[in-house]
């Protein structure tokens, strides 16, 4: 069954760091996005992606935050400057045609900022 | 806004016995879609139910809908110990928002 992946499980960065987080969608998927989960709290959603361009974001994805989809498997997430605040699971997730509206998620990446 | 709220926070249970977990929103919804959680994993999706729709059973899920309430019920019969782990409610909007908000979830404990 085809699954959302993403690279890497773990990463730890210094803080002011920048970080790329990678995510492979499943592949006949239109529509991409990314959440985050603070330790112990709610998963929060940061941006939603499609056509190229992004259709909606949070308040929590500022102008140190940008997405990417470079080729036509990869979806990321760039922090530029990383920031404590940051340390977090990250989760990528995608959806198929407008008329499918399960999300699939991601396994996550552990980004850990010191 | 449209957070979703479950309940009870935690929830331990001898194996075999049912467990019912509740969602409540705020505000007018597409549908509504159940996640797992293991600890520290991914989220695993259960089952997604439509603002037109009452009810949906997927093996030993079952899960309601009560859109006048504004709330939900994911209800797992004849639990086991396997079932152990997080379980969220989330909620995508009517207003063209494509995102879902997600509950604070149910730690969900089977005893063996």
């Known amino acids: 069954e085809p699954e959302v992946t993403q690279t890497p499980s773990h990463q730890v960065t210094q803080m002011g760091q920048e970080v790329i987080l990678r995510c492979v969608p499943i592949?006949?998927?239109?529509?991409f996005y990314w959440y985050r989960q603070i330790l112990g709290q709610k998963v929060e959603f940061l941006v939603s992606f499609y056509n190229n361009e992004i259709s909606e974001k949070s308040e929590i994805f500022d102008d140190q935050f940008s997405v990417e989809r470079p080729d036509g498997s990869n979806f990321t997430l760039k922090i530029r400057s990383t920031k404590l605040e940051d340390s977090a699971m990250y989760f990528c997730a995608s959806r198929g045609l407008a008329a499918q509206e399960t999300q699939y998620f991601g396994p996550g990446t552990r980004l850990l900022v010191l | 806004s449209q957070q979703g709220e479950e309940d009870p926070q935690a929830l331990s249970i001898q194996e075999g016995e049912n467990a019912t977990m509740n969602c409540s929103y705020k505000?007018?919804?597409?549908?509504l879609q159940w996640y797992r959680q293991n600890s520290g994993r991914g989220l695993v999706h259960l089952i997604l139910?439509?603002?037109?729709?009452r009810e949906k059973h997927s093996g030993r899920l079952r899960v309601t809908l009560d859109t006048s309430k504004k709330s939900s019920s994911l209800l797992i019969t004849a639990s086991r110990a396997a079932d152990t782990a997080s379980y969220f409610c989330?909620?995508?909007?009517?207003?063209?928002?494509?995102?879902?908000?997600f509950g604070q979830g149910t730690r969900l404990t089977i005893n063996p």
């Open positions: 592949s006949n998927h239109l529509y």
């Open positions: 505000t007018s919804i597409n549908n």
């Open positions: 139910i439509r603002s037109n729709e």
């Open positions: 989330a909620t995508r909007g009517t207003q063209g928002a494509q995102k879902l908000v």
